[in-house]
């Protein structure tokens, strides 16, 4: 079985510029995270789609984060513009809604010069 | 404010002994905990969980113990292997089924 698959792993942007992260949670999976991971922290919630819906973006910085997810699977994480603070490991993970365990993709490093 | 906290930043441990890793919380209506472990450029796997309603959970050498009371969760790893070296995040799901994680505990098991 496939985990969850994210891209690009890696990513160096230049501060004001924009950026997107993608990620393909597993197969049949109805609930989707993305998390934000500093350096020396724990992964700090930023939205929680239920399917289409976001049922938690309390944490979503509104002003330049973006997020979607599209017919309830895959899943658009966007940043415009970016800035310095930005740069942190982008995490996905899903999960069945009824189950505890969440599922990780690999994260996306995000680099803002 | 950090409701889930992992006060050792690090912890080595000689290979065949045992490895425990602490983890505090403050947010009693958390119903549900989970332990997950990271290598570097990797995402956090899942590695053991606990319900509130328990007070132990065990599979094979690693066990999670919940002490409600004290508001404290440890995971054992007996014995520890050079394998288990990774990063550790406790976590916690209130009831809304958001997840809170800690800051993490680098294990080291040395050969």
């Known amino acids: 079985e496939a985990g969850v698959v994210q891209s690009p792993r890696y990513k160096i942007i230049e501060k004001k510029q924009p950026v997107a992260f993608w990620c393909n949670p597993i197969?049949?999976?109805?609930?989707l995270y993305w998390y934000r991971q500093n350096l020396g922290q724990g992964p700090e919630l930023l939205i929680r789609?239920?399917?289409?819906?976001?049922?938690?973006d309390s944490q979503l910085p509104k002003d330049r984060f973006s997020a979607e997810r599209l017919k309830g699977v895959d899943s658009t994480l966007k940043i415009q513009p970016a800035e310095l603070g930005d740069s942190a490991v982008y995490l996905c993970?899903?999960?069945?809604?009824?189950?505890?365990?969440?599922?990780f993709g690999p994260g996306t490093r995000l680099t803002v010069l | 404010d950090q409701q889930v906290k992992q006060n050792s930043p690090s912890l080595s441990v000689q290979e065949g002994r045992i490895s425990i890793l602490n983890c505090d919380y403050t947010?009693?209506?958390?119903?549900?905990f989970l332990w997950y472990k990271k290598y570097p450029a990797e995402g956090p796997t899942f590695l053991i969980s606990?319900?509130?309603?328990?007070d132990k959970n065990e599979d094979g050498r690693f066990t999670v113990f919940l002490n409600k009371s004290a508001k404290h969760l440890s995971l054992h790893i007996v014995p520890s292997q050079p394998g288990d070296s990774a990063v550790y995040f406790c976590?916690?799901?209130?009831?809304?089924?958001?997840?809170?994680f800690g800051t993490g505990t680098s294990l080291t098991v040395i050969p």
């Open positions: 993970a899903s999960s069945f809604a009824r189950y505890n365990e969440q599922f």
């Open positions: 197969s049949g999976h109805n609930t």
């Open positions: 789609y239920e399917n289409e819906e976001a049922v938690d």
């Open positions: 947010n009693s209506m958390f119903d549900y």
């Open positions: 606990i319900s509130s309603i328990k």
């Open positions: 976590a916690a799901k209130d009831t809304g089924n958001q997840f809170y």
